[in-house]
Nanobody
Framework: QVQLVESGGGLVQVGGSLRLSCTAS????????MGWYRQAPGKERELVAS??????????DSVKGRFTISQDNAKITVNTVYLQMNRLKPEDTAVYYC????????????WGQGTQVTVSS
């Protein structure tokens, strides 16, 4: 089992910054990739950024150059992933969800509870 705890959402003005954190605990050795997804009202959930256990990163085009994903996985049973969001835009407004991909190990993903990010213009 993996437990995910998110923090860092909130309200920010256009052009501002926020940093999201997601701490995974438990069977973190089974996690191959951690990522951040977001879902805006009336839209499908989309992958924003991801990072593999080896440190390879991926970003959706709309956040490239503005968002940075990083992780601290030095401990065996705790892995924290961060999403630094700069130059925020109103279209970044959404609920952001942390994801831990453990499908290669247990056959399914884990999801955080979600954290609201609101960018006001």
């Amino acid at each position: 089992q993996v437990q995910l705890v998110e923090s860092g959402g909130g309200l920010v003005q256009v052009g501002g910054s926020l940093r999201l954190s997601c701490t995974a605990s438990g069977d973190t050795i089974c996690i191959s990739t951690m990522g951040w997804y977001r879902q805006a009202p009336g839209k499908e959930r989309e992958l924003v950024a991801s990072i593999t256990s080896g440190g390879s990163t991926h970003y959706v085009d709309s956040v490239k150059g503005r968002f940075t994903i990083s992780q601290d996985n030095a401990k065996i049973t705790v892995n924290t992933v961060y999403l630094q969001m700069n130059r925020l835009k109103p279209e970044d407004t959404a609920v952001y969800y942390c994801n831990a991909d453990s499908r290669s190990c247990v056959g399914y993903d884990y999801w955080g509870q979600g954290t609201q990010v609101t960018v006001s213009s």
